[in-house]
Each structure stands twice: as C-alpha cells, then as structure tokens.
C-alpha cells in the first residue's frame, strides 16, 4: 500500500465540484491535506475524472477553488482526490487552512493548560 506524503486531517467543509463531463454536485469534505481530500457524496463520480472543486472551508469567505482535482479512487459514498492545478492565491489560502487546522489540537491543549494554570 501507497503511504500518503501529507497528513490528512478530518475536517466537517461543505464542497461542491463540477466537470466538462457534465458530473457535478455537492457533497462533505470529510479529510484534508495540502495535496488531496475526501469528499462524501451520493453523486456517482469515476476514478480518472477531472473535477472542478470549490471547499467553503472558513464561514464567511469564499470556498477555496481547486481548478483541477483528479478522482484516485471512489468507494460506495466516497471518493479520493489529488489536487493538480491552482491558482497561487488559493494554494496559499488552502495552506493557510491546513496550517491553521493543524494547530488546533495543541492550541486547545496550551489554551486548557493556561486556564489549568491560572484556576
């Protein structure tokens, strides 16, 4: 088995990808990285297919576009994609997002810690 160059993280990011095949819908991002994600969805998407994906990743502000992702895999409601062409601003706010995502945990481990400490 391919080990993954990327952590993933699991994240809860409304999505929704199109194609020039005429394949589109929406779907649950349900894991992150710099590299790819996972997206749950009831629409039927093949491995090999070019997707068009849009991830409403922080309230508020628009979805990250990918311009192009490739489908990897696909099982029952899931399928796999590798992102391959972006445009450098949402590469750097896709970066930014995984980053930031990445802090989480320690950022509420040191905040419980500091609010432990000051009781």
Request: aromatic share 8%; proline share 5%.
């Amino acid at each position: 088995m391919e080990q993954r160059k990327n952590l993933r993280f699991h994240v809860q990011f409304r999505s929704s990808f199109s194609s020039i095949a005429m394949v589109g819908g929406e779907g649950s991002v349900v894991d992150l990285s710099i590299r790819g994600c996972r997206i749950e969805s009831p629409i039927d998407v093949q491995p090999g297919a070019s997707l068009e994906v849009r991830i409403a990743a922080i309230e508020h502000e628009p979805p990250i576009q990918i311009q192009q992702a490739l489908v990897r895999w696909s099982r029952g409601r899931q399928f796999g994609l590798e992102f391959v062409t972006m445009a450098p601003e949402e590469w750097a706010r896709l970066q930014h997002t995984v980053s930031q995502i990445e802090m989480e945990p320690y950022e509420r481990d040191k905040q419980a810690t500091e609010r432990n400490e000051y009781s």
